[in-house]
């Protein structure tokens, strides 16, 4: 139930997806197709990171649970953790990187 742990296993799943792109693509672009997921997911999941400790700093927990006793405002957090899940999912305009790397691999 802790948020950092949470986040470092949602993008932990990059790495098997980058090993099938870079090790079984045929084409010379698939290192460009890698880089460019690498990046581009990690970049737009940036913001959850800033707001997991954002939440660290004012509440001095990142227990999910005991995130429920502080009166806060959680707009931001759950827009953060909306754009990082709009990224990984196959949706319009926000998954820019996965057809490329679907050709490469």
């Known amino acids: 139930m802790n948020l950092f742990m949470f986040y470092l296993f949602f ?5 098997p997806t ?3 792109i870079l090790g079984w693509g045929y084409q010379p672009e698939r290192l460009q197709a890698g880089v460019y997921l690498l990046f581009y997911t990690l970049l737009v999941s940036l ?7 954002y ?3 004012n509440c001095n927990t990142m227990n999910f649970y005991l995130l ?3 009166m806060f405002n959680y707009n931001l957090l759950y827009l953060a ?3 990082a899940f709009l990224v990984k999912m ?3 305009l926000v ?3 996965l057809p490329k790397a679907h050709v490469e691999a």
């Open 18 to 20: 980058l090993f099938l």
């Open 11 to 15: 993008e932990s799943s990059l790495i």
């Open 81 to 83: 953790m909306i754009l």
């Open 90 to 92: 196959p949706m319009f």
């Open 55 to 57: 939440l660290y700093k």
């Open 68 to 70: 429920s006793n502080y």
């Open 47 to 53: 913001p959850l990171l800033v707001g997991i400790f």
């Open 95 to 97: 998954h820019l990187w």
